[in-house]
């Protein structure tokens, strides 16, 4: 069953190429509720744990890596629908096959620095959410 959440991070290369505001722009345009947001440094341990699911595949140090390279911005977001809207929303995990006028798209330079994360799964939005979220920062 589909939730009403979902999770996002605005990267490192979004953020220090001064997207943000526009990428936090267009969520909000497409209707989405930001119910959590704040902005953050993950340190190389801190990455690994949000991205212990990769640790065995060959891109994880490299992700690691980056993801502690310069501050994110973390949200939790609301709709109907939320993860499949997000979703298309932001568009190809690769931007050259990203839709035009999605996220990635318009803000992205690479497979790997491609702006934004967004879960994939009901389940996996409420742990990453939970992971930079506690209940108290959650409106």
Do not use: C, W
Not at 21 to 33: S, Y
């Amino acid at each position: 069953m589909a939730t009403n959440r979902t999770f996002t991070m605005i990267k490192p290369d979004a953020v220090q190429d001064g997207h943000a505001g526009a990428i936090l722009a267009d969520i909000e345009k497409a209707g989405f509720r930001i119910v959590a947001l704040k902005k953050t440094l993950l340190t190389p341990e801190r990455a690994g744990e949000f991205y212990a699911v990769h640790k065995e595949r060959p891109f994880y140090g490299d992700l690691v890596k980056y993801m502690s390279s310069g501050p994110i911005y973390a949200a939790i977001l609301e709709k109907d629908n939320a993860v499949a809207a997000f979703r298309e929303l932001i568009g190809a995990t690769n931007p050259a096959q990203a839709a035009e006028g999605t996220i990635r798209k318009k803000y992205a330079k690479s497979i790997e620095a491609n702006a934004v994360h967004g879960s994939d799964s009901d389940e996996n939005a409420q742990i990453e959410g939970d992971f930079y979220f506690p209940a108290n920062e959650q409106f």
